[in-house]
């Protein structure tokens, strides 16, 4: 059988014998079907395309009788259903589909097979997912097993999920097991389902890690924070390190008003919070524990807080006499100051790198100085993208240079002027790329500075730094442009492949 024969229920077998029950990882192991792509080219994910039509597209009504009378017509064929399947999109039509089918007579046993057999023998993503919405509408108990395999595939936990819901004796316990096995969308799709929960179990998960994604917190923070009993898990008297910080989490999400529900949204806001910074007052310093407190600081700087009267303003000032205590800094300072020696191989491991990233913000909040220590960082981290920016934003008209001529040291300029092509700069071989972009889009708040990068990002090979780079000239008053600016954009513009780019750089040689 050859990798493009190769069915979605093989493929998860494979991938349970190699890595357990998940989650699974993504990068190797492409699904049968997956189609090549341009290495230029921005194609989203059918799965974020499913999550992102479920939480923020209006549904589309789609006609779905014709295709409930070919799935009628072919119970005793059921073969005949993996092709067309294959030609419609499942997250379209399967709800439709669903209540279509309830409307109609037939027997549920013949679709129960066919079910089973599209969902088992399926090669292309929508035939396997329409196969699992199917199994939903006549399965039981039965098909847990095949529900969880195929589930663990995050392309199909979305459809996984609600066939569980339907079908199982015990459905959130089916669903509890699979949103473990998941970190993205399939986790948001299953942790949704376990709202209203009683299950203590599932509880003190949502609470400690079952809310935590890799797509944004926000989505089920105030699912946790409600579900859980936040403030009642609290107020226990025994309160251990991982509800601490997975409180901090929770209500740092609720507090960014993401796409969710949020801060005010959530009824016990104000108890918890107040709870929480007596937790604070007395537990270990993190980073993330300060992260939050000064997140949450900021927030009740806002008007926006429907809650009693004087409630924002003490706390707030409850948050702010708690983020002066010296051991935060103390904590920050050293995040900062350790692990700088190049020869250190923890220097370069990607967690003590993101350490150093969240001390440099929470030092940024707590107005510490800490330009050096992010200069000293770049050194030895020098495509760290969000280091430079941080740096930039930090620079005065005195320091700006010093970052500059750091940047002009350490970046491959040669390397980075390659020439222009419809580059997206979005994988790690472009992470140079990123990292002169961001030095190049702070330039605009100081004229006449940086003029050695200017001319490398107008020939760089991504689209966006090139623009950058434009936009950052046309910003300055033009008695602060280089007086080569005008060269170095006419040569952009002659070589330039991006038809709407090269139409800017032609109206910014008229000005």
Not at 10 to 35: R, V
Not at 38 to 51: C, H, K, Q
Not at 56 to 85: K, N, S
Not at 277 to 290: I, K, V
């Amino acid at each position: 059988m050859s990798p493009r024969e190769a069915t979605f229920v093989a493929h998860a077998l494979s991938l349970s014998a190699l890595h357990g029950l998940g989650p699974w990882p993504c990068n190797g192991y492409p699904l049968p079907d997956e189609q090549p792509t341009a290495t230029n080219e921005l194609v989203l994910p059918s799965v974020a395309f499913d999550g992102i039509s479920t939480h923020h597209l209006r549904p589309r009504a789609q006609p779905v009788a014709e295709l409930t009378d070919h799935i009628l017509a072919d119970l005793d064929d059921p073969a005949r259903l993996l092709t067309h399947f294959a030609r419609v999109r499942a997250i379209d039509v399967a709800d439709e589909l669903v209540t279509e089918l309830r409307s109609r007579r037939f027997s549920v046993e013949k679709l129960y097979w066919a079910a089973r057999f599209v969902t088992e023998n399926a090669t292309q993503r929508e035939a396997a997912k329409l196969g699992i919405v199917l199994l939903g509408t006549c399965g039981d108990e039965r098909d847990c097993e095949l529900l969880q395999l195929l589930g663990s595939l995050e392309e199909f936990a979305l459809f996984a999920v609600v066939a569980l819901m339907n079908t199982q004796p015990e459905p959130q316990r089916a669903v509890f097991e699979l949103a473990q096995r998941h970190d993205g969308w399939g986790r948001i799709h299953a942790v949704e389902r376990l709202a209203g929960c009683t299950d203590p179990d599932i509880k003190a998960w949502l609470l400690r890690s079952g809310f935590r994604n890799n797509v944004m917190n926000e989505y089920l923070a105030y699912i946790a924070a409600t579900t859980g009993g936040l403030y009642e898990a609290l107020l226990e008297d025994d309160v251990d390190d991982a509800l601490i910080d997975g409180a901090a989490d929770i209500l740092e999400a609720l507090a960014n008003d993401g796409p969710a529900e949020n801060m005010n949204h959530y009824d016990d806001a104000v108890p918890v919070m107040h709870r929480f910074a007596e937790l604070l007052d007395r537990s270990e310093p993190t980073l993330g524990r300060l992260d939050t407190a000064l997140t949450l600081e900021r927030r009740l700087s806002g008007g926006d807080l429907d809650w009693p009267d004087g409630e924002p303003a003490r706390l707030r000032a409850r948050y702010a006499s708690l983020t002066t205590q010296q051991r935060w800094r103390d904590l920050v300072t050293y995040e900062l100051t350790s692990h700088t020696d190049p020869a250190d191989p923890q220097a370069h491991d990607e967690r003590r790198s993101h350490r150093f990233e969240v001390a440099l913000s929470c030092a940024g909040r707590l107005g510490m100085d800490a330009l050096p220590d992010a200069l000293a960082h770049l050194r030895f981290d020098r495509y760290n993208a969000y280091i430079w920016q941080w740096a930039m934003r930090q620079a005065d008209q005195v320091t700006i240079q010093q970052i500059v001529d750091l940047a002009e040291h350490l970046l491959p300029l040669e390397e980075l002027t390659t020439g222009p092509s419809e580059a997206l700069g979005l994988s790690s071989e472009y992470q140079a790329d990123r990292a002169l972009e961001a030095i190049v889009w702070n330039l605009s708040e100081h004229p006449g500075v940086g003029r050695t990068l200017l001319p490398v990002a107008l020939g760089n090979r991504v689209v966006r730094c090139r623009s950058t780079a434009l936009t950052v000239l046309a910003a300055w008053p033009p008695d602060t442009r280089p007086l080569q600016t005008h060269s170095w954009v006419t040569a952009a513009a002659e070589r330039e492949t991006n038809l709407a780019l090269q139409r800017d750089m032609l109206e910014f040689l008229k000005t």
